[in-house]
């Protein structure tokens, strides 16, 4: 299909999706502004996240962070904890330096263009072309993955979405189909549309959809076969050890590093089972972290299995008994198992707290398989 096919479609399509938007959009709140602060923070929160899992955190994050000024003012430990359980920690620090690039750097004010917007932390073509075009009215096109799935439907692409060249060939249809007019409000409506109508698989609701007079794979009886998918990816198994730190009613956490699994959250101290007893590794870490053998034998608290997204992982947790405290620093803390649950914690590790605290009270070791976020980064 060539693009001048695509443009002469454009009308049609733009002016469908439009009046289907118009009528029946979802009301929601960042929705009822064109402020770039709220549009950027709901853009952040929604990628790889669905709007009811993101709806809450969005306006318990709005309430305590009004502003872009107020959001960079925060300590990161603070946003963290606001994020936590969200999933995929990297959205949340990349907002947090965005915000402190904006305020230090732009003047308090967001860049108004595609160029300039992605120049901040954690803004890619996707969020830079719909912050621009919802807030500044400039004409950007948007691909996420709902729109992917419109877009290989409409124009019957059985090409592997998972391959670069026809991510890059949806582009370029999707800049063609770009209206020059209420662009803002025509992403919005395909990017609605994929998750509310055009949903994945069978589940499409194609006889709802304003565009099914247009839709090649619907006259060609195709749709729960797009978009075409890569195979997913093998999720691999492996085990943590938790060691439960104590020193008189104070247990031992740190500071994740910055990258990777669960990066800059607070944990009681872990790592991944290599070669040898869960019993020893715990025993071994609180001695690195203490400079002090254990004086209690290490004893097990909880040994749950979450799912995540891209691996399983099985947590085994051990209290390790210290004789002292080793100094506090900018990475370790020790702290009551109450205010541990003040920090910023993966959703994960807030649960296995939880289970500490049975423990506490009950004296009986926590097993169970328990489903966690699939969000874990």
Known sequence: MTIAVVKNCQPGLSRRLLAWYDRDHRDMPWRRTREPYPVWLSEMMLQQTQVVTALPYYQRFIKRFPTVQRLAAAPLDEVLLLWSGLGYYARARNMHRAACMIVNEFGGQFPDTVEGLRLLPGIGPYSAGAIASICFDRRAAVVDGNVIRVLS???????????????????TIAEALTPKARCGDYNQALMELGATICVPGAAARCTMCPLKSICGAFKKGCVADLPRKPRKAVVRSETHVVAAIYNRDHWLVRRRPSDGLWGGLWEMPSEVLVGRSTKKTAERLTTSLTKQATTVAARPFCDVTHQLSHRTIRFVGHVCTSARRSPSGNSTHWAMLDEIMQLGLSRAMRLIIEDLSRMKRNGKCVTRRRRASSAAQ
């Open 153 to 171: 439907r409409v124009f019957n692409i059985h090409d592997d979405t998972g391959k670069s060249q026809t991510v890059k060939r949806i582009w």
